[in-house]
C-alpha cells in the first residue's frame, strides 16, 4: 500500500474516531478508566515488592516477573469489565434513544456506541501497564 494511501486512511480513521468521541462523550470516561485503574496497578506493583521485600526475595526478576503478571492480570480482567459495563450502558442508552425518537435514531449513534465500548475497555485494559511504563 502506498505511503499516501495510507494516510489517507488515517486521516479518515481519525476523523470517525473524533466523531464517535464526540457523539458519545466518551473521552472523559476513558481518561477516568485510564487514571483508576492504572493506579489500581501501580499499587498493586507496589503491594508486590513491598511483600517481596518483607518475604526476603533476593532475586529482582522474581520481582519483575511478578509485577508483569500482575499487570497482565488487571489488564484482561479490566478490558473485559470495562467492556461489559460500556456494552451495557451504550445499549441502554441506544434503547432510551430509540424510545424517545420512536425508532428514528442516527445510524452513527450505533457505530460510535460499538466502537467506543471497545476503546474505552482497550484503554482500560491497557492503563495497569502503560501506568508501570511511564511514571
Known amino acids: 500500500m502506498k505511503r ?8 479518515k480513521f481519525l476523523e470517525k474516531f473524533r466523531v464517535y468521541l464526540h457523539v ?8 477516568r478508566y485510564f487514571v483508576m485503574n492504572g493506579f489500581d496497578g501501580a499499587m498493586t506493583v507496589f503491594g508486590i ?3 517481596s521485600w ?5 532475586k529482582p526478576n522474581i520481582i519483575i516477573l511478578a509485577g508483569l503478571g500482575a499487570c497482565l492480570a488487571m489488564g484482561i480482567s479490566g478490558f473485559s469489565g470495562a467492556y461489559m459495563a460500556e456494552k451495557a450502558e451504550r445499549e441502554r442508552h441506544l434503547k432510551e434513544m430509540e424510545e424517545v425518537a420512536t425508532g428514528k435514531v442516527d445510524p452513527i449513534q450505533y457505530e460510535a ?6 476503546y474505552v475497555a482497550f484503554i482500560d485494559g491497557l492503563s495497569p501497564a502503560l501506568r508501570q511504563s511511564f511514571p
Not at 499516501?4 to 486521516?11: A, I, V
Not at 458519545?24 to 481518561?31: D, Q
Not at 518483607?54 to 533476593?58: E, N, R
Open 49 to 51: 515488592v513491598l511483600g
Open 4 to 11: 499516501y494511501q495510507l494516510s489517507k486512511l488515517l486521516r
Open 24 to 31: 458519545t462523550k466518551a473521552s472523559g470516561i476513558a481518561r
Open 113 to 118: 456506541a460499538r466502537f467506543i465500548t471497545f
Open 54 to 58: 518483607i518475604a526476603g526475595v533476593s
